[in-house]
Structure formats: structure tokens, C-alpha cells
């Protein structure tokens, strides 16, 4: 799986571990792995940074075939279509498409000799599900990764393979904390990130760990192609 250091890439490390999968867990932040590791003996950590292919290459040839591939990482850019250049459009779709497309060229035809398995990739119900504001190159790369999860599970549900997709709404992790705090007023940006919310909550990691796990599951067996939103009503 791919950014298991924090927020809920980490979480369902965790979760995966405690329900005895062997989890294989990266990131591009060596520190975060080596405490992620610390905490549970079924997980094992590599540094990677699913921007670089040759490094995406490097680790597959050397990590043992998967039952589930989970590709976690994701970048959030801030701003209208107006605000968007080309430098970032390139990086948020590097990330967030290209990256999951690349991690899945090199593990999905082991999967398949292995007779199938459970990729899951992470978007967003900033996508083609919503309309939010300041999120127009993220929701388009989410809408994306929805396209690519179709397209996959479409291709190879005679393989053995299922593909789906997770849509969190708002979720309370580093990343979400540090984009609050950086237009300066932290609790301004917390109060309309819960208004926003009809359960006047966030969720937590661990609220979308429980669906990478049932995803991950064979309980999950007969679900393929489908975007699970997970976002406290946000959407409805
Ligand atoms: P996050 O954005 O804080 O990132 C988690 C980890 O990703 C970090 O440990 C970071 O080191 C790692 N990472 C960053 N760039 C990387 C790279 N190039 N290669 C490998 N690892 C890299 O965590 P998050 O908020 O839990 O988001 C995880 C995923 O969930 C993202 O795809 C995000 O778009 C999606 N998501 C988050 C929310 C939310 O509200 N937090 C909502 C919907 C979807």
C-alpha cells in the first residue's frame, strides 16, 4: 500500500495488521514509516515515492505478490480552474492518477497469475459525485481515479480481480489539519470544514480503515467497480 505514514493511509495499516493481514506499507516519508513499523510486528515498511516510476519498478520486483493493492496517496491543490497552471495540473495528476496507474501495471499481472486479488484506490466525493469549492484539478484527478477503477475492474473481473474506489468526505488527518491551519485561522477553517457536515462531525482515519478492510476481505467478494462513499452524509 502506498502512504501508510499518516493520516488514513496509516490507519488502515493499522487495521489491516490487526485483522492478520502482512501488510507492506509505504511511503515517501521514511520517518513515518519507521514509528508505523514500531507499532505492529505484521507490518513491514519501505520508502517510496509513487511519483517515481523507476522507483515504483524497483519495489515491486523485490515485494512478494499482494492479495490487495491499496493505493492511498493523494495531493490536494487549492483553487478554481482560474488558479490552476500547468505545473500544477501535471503534479496533482502524477500523483493521484498516474502513480495509482503505474502501481497497478506492476502488480496487477502477479495478481493475476496468483490467481486474483483486491485493488483499492483512493478518490474522493470531491469528484464526479460533488461539486466543492477550491478543489477543481483535485476533483477532476478523483473523478479520474473513479474512471480508472471502472475501467480496471471492467477489464479483469474475469482474472480474478475486483477494483474499487473509496469517496471519504472529510477527514480529519495531518494533511487536512495543516491545510486549515494555513490560511492562518485554524478554528474559522474547522467550523466551516464540520458545518459542512449534516452529522456535525469529522470523520476519522479509522472510519475509512473500516472500509479498506471490508474492501480488502473476501466479505467484500462480490463487489467490484464501485465508488464506496464514506462522508458522514456530505453528499446526500
Ligand atoms: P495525507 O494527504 O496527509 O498523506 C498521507 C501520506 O501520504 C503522508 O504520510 C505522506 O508522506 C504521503 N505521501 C505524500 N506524497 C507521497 C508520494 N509522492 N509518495 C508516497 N507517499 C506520499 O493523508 P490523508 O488526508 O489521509 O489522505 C490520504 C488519501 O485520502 C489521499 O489520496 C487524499 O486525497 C484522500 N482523501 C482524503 C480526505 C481527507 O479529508 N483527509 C478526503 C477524501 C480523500
Known sequence: MSAAGAGIGRASALAMAAEGAIVHATDIDAGALSTLAAEHENIHCAPLDVTDAGAISAFAATAPIPDVLFNCAGFVHDGTVLEADDAAWEATFALNVRAMGRMIEQFLPRMIENGGGSII???????????????????????????????????????????????????????????????????????????????????????????VVYLASDESRVATGQGFIVDGGWSL
Not at 163 to 176: D, E, M, Q, Y
Open 121 to 211: 484506490n483512493m478518490s474522493s466525493v470531491a469528484s464526479s459525485i460533488k461539486g466543492v469549492t477550491r478543489r477543481c484539478i483535485y476533483s477532476a484527478s478523483k473523478g479520474a481515479v473513479l474512471g480508472l477503477t471502472k475501467s480496471v475492474a471492467a477489464d479483469f473481473i474475469g482474472d480474478g480481480i475486483r477494483c474499487n474506489a473509496i469517496c471519504p468526505g472529510t477527514v480529519l488527518t495531518p494533511s487536512l489539519k495543516a491545510r486549515m491551519a494555513a490560511g492562518g485561522d485554524y478554528d474559522t477553517a474547522f467550523e466551516a470544514m464540520l458545518n459542512r457536515q449534516p452529522t456535525r462531525e469529522m470523520a476519522t482515519p479509522e472510519d475509512i480503515a473500516g472500509m
